[in-house]
């Protein structure tokens, strides 16, 4: 699934189990974290600006290898959860908000053709011996998707109003205190027409 859905699916986990802002702001970003393992992209794009080509060499090579397992969700729950103030709580979400990453890519994020599964090599990077797949996959642009990650957007925003921060504040405070009150403004509109009405 996209990066937007694996970030309101994880910062859900995390308004339901953290109790302070960096906690919180810690477990959305594990939700985040396993797909660190796709930036090859950007050394690809790079080699075809100043060379030409259109393989995607350390993209397909890496992407889905070296942090879609437990090996990554270990990595990504140890690091983040040295920075958070109720350590051994945001460890546990850490690696529970990676594992859902990885159910949501097995589900929904397939390439456009058939055969474009993605599947998760769990014990990788060091072997291939447990592969999960699901030939069901549907691809990343489905309807599906879209349909999950409006419902997460929609339960964001109610937890949202409950907690007086949003998924904004995982990347910016000022701009969350913003959004946060614009969304607050809409509500009590809302309620004054249906007052009105």
């Keep these: 699934m996209s990066p937007i859905t694996h970030l309101f699916a994880s ?18 970003l594990s939700g985040l974290a396993p797909d660190l393992d796709g930036l090859g992209i950007v050394a690809d794009f790079t080699r075809h600006a100043l060379r030409g080509g259109d393989d995607y060499f350390f993209y397909q090579k890496y992407h ?4 879609h397992g437990i090996f990554g969700a270990a990595l990504i729950a140890g690091v983040l959860g040295c920075f958070a103030e109720r350590r051994w ?35 990788m ?11 069901h996959q549907w691809p990343l642009d489905a309807w599906p998707n879209r349909i999950i990650t409006f419902a997460l957007l929609a339960a964001c925003f109610h937890y949202t109003l409950q907690l007086g ?4 504040g995982v990347f910016n405070r000022r701009a969350d205190q913003i959004f946060v009150t614009v969304l607050r403004g809409w509500r ?7 007052r009105i009405s």
């Design 165 to 168: 921060d949003s998924f904004v």
């Design 125 to 135: 990077p060091f072997t291939r011996e447990w592969t999960w797949h699901w030939s």
């Design 64 to 67: 889905h290898t070296l942090l």
């Design 188 to 194: 009590e509109r809302w309620r004054n027409r249906r």
């Design 89 to 123: 709580r945001v460890m546990m979400w850490c690696f529970v908000a990676a594992h859902l990453h990885f159910i949501c890519d097995l589900i929904g994020s397939r390439g456009p053709g058939v055969e474009d599964n993605w599947p998760i090599h769990y014990l």
């Design 11 to 28: 910062w859900l986990i995390a308004a339901k189990t953290t109790d302070n802002l960096r906690d919180r702001r810690l477990v959305a």
